[in-house]
């Protein structure tokens, strides 16, 4: 309980200051964060941020098609190499 009164004190109080501090400090904020967000080196680490992401990206789908290649060798052996094309419930064990 003691959480959302902080939560809601919290949102009550920032709404109150951003109104009283108005259409220009707006302005003001949003002028900066456009002039940090065109920063070279802002550009140049979300460039980074994104090749990292890829890689991972890559990493992760490399690591399920190498599961799911090992899970079908599995299943392919346990059915006699894959030589039943379309084997009933009893033949696969269940």
Same mark, same amino acid.
């Given at each position: 309980?003691?959480?959302?009164? +902080?939560?809601?004190?919290?949102?009550?109080?920032?709404?109150?200051?951003?109104?009283?501090? %108005?259409?220009?400090?707006?302005?003001?904020?949003?002028?900066?964060?456009?002039?940090?967000? +065109?920063?070279?080196?802002?550009?140049?680490?979300?460039?980074?941020?994104?090749?990292?992401? %890829?890689?991972?990206?890559?990493?992760?789908?490399?690591?399920?098609?190498?599961?799911?290649?090992?899970?079908?060798?599995?299943?392919?052996?346990?059915? %006699?190499? %894959?030589?039943?094309?379309?084997?009933?419930?009893?033949?696969?064990?269940?």
């Amino acid at each position: 309980m003691r959480f959302r009164i +902080g939560v809601v004190s919290g949102a009550v109080a920032g709404y109150v200051l951003g109104t009283r501090a %108005g259409r220009e400090r707006y302005q003001q904020i949003q002028r900066w964060w456009r002039s940090f967000t +065109g920063s070279p080196q802002v550009q140049q680490m979300a460039g980074r941020g994104k090749e990292l992401a %890829g890689e991972a990206g890559r990493k992760g789908v490399d690591a399920v098609q190498r599961g799911v290649s090992k899970v079908g060798s599995s299943v392919r052996d346990r059915l %006699g190499n %894959g030589q039943v094309e379309n084997p009933t419930a009893q033949e696969i064990g269940i």
